[in-house]
C-alpha cells in the first residue's frame, strides 16, 4: 500500500495547481481520494498520470464543466496500541510542520494548506503509521476556494 500511496501522493504534489481536493480518506475499507480537476486539459493529463500507476481504480468524470477525479484502492488500518492520538498530536508538534492542530474528543484535528497536509502524509508513511490511523481530509468549505485550507480529522 505505501509504495503505491507515494507515487499518488508525488503525483498529486507535482500538479497541485491543476487540481483541489474535495475528500481524501483512509478507512477500514479504502484509500478514497475526490479531485476537482482546474481545466479539461489537467483532467486529461491527471487522469492518464494515475492510471499508469493504479489502472483501473480511477474513474472521471466529466458534467456541467466540472472535471471530477475519484480514486478508490484497497486499504486496511491495523491499530498500533504503541502509537496513539496523543503521541502522533505530540510527534507532530516536535517536528514543526506549522500545522494548527487540536485533539478533541480522542480525534486529532489538523486545518493547513496543501502542502502542509502531503506534507503531513509522507511523513506518516514514511514513518509506517499512515495505515495505524483513520484519515479524513476535506477542503474547508466556509473559507473562500482561492484560500485553500484543509481540514484533517486522524482517529
Request: proline content about 1%; overall charge negative.
Amino acid at each position: 500500500q505505501a509504495f503505491l500511496l507515494d507515487d499518488i501522493i508525488d503525483i498529486m504534489n507535482k500538479n497541485k495547481t491543476n487540481f483541489t481536493i474535495k475528500s481524501i480518506q483512509f478507512n477500514q475499507r479504502a484509500f478514497t481520494a475526490n479531485l476537482k480537476c482546474s481545466s479539461e486539459y489537467s483532467f486529461y493529463n491527471l487522469l492518464d498520470y494515475f492510471s499508469k500507476i493504479i489502472q483501473y481504480n480511477i474513474k472521471g468524470y466529466h458534467v456541467k464543466n466540472n472535471y471530477v477525479l475519484d480514486i478508490d484502492l484497497p486499504w486496511v488500518v491495523v491499530r498500533n496500541n504503541n502509537f496513539n492520538i496523543d503521541l502522533l498530536n505530540k510527534e507532530l508538534s516536535d517536528l514543526g510542520l506549522n500545522l494548527k492542530q487540536e485533539i478533541y474528543n480522542n480525534k486529532l484535528i489538523i486545518v493547513s494548506n496543501f502542502d502542509n497536509i502531503i506534507s503531513l502524509i509522507k511523513l506518516m508513511s514514511d514513518l509506517d503509521l499512515i495505515n495505524n490511523f483513520f484519515i479524513d481530509i476535506k477542503q474547508v468549505q466556509s473559507l473562500p476556494n482561492s484560500i485553500g485550507l484543509y481540514q484533517v480529522i486522524i482517529e
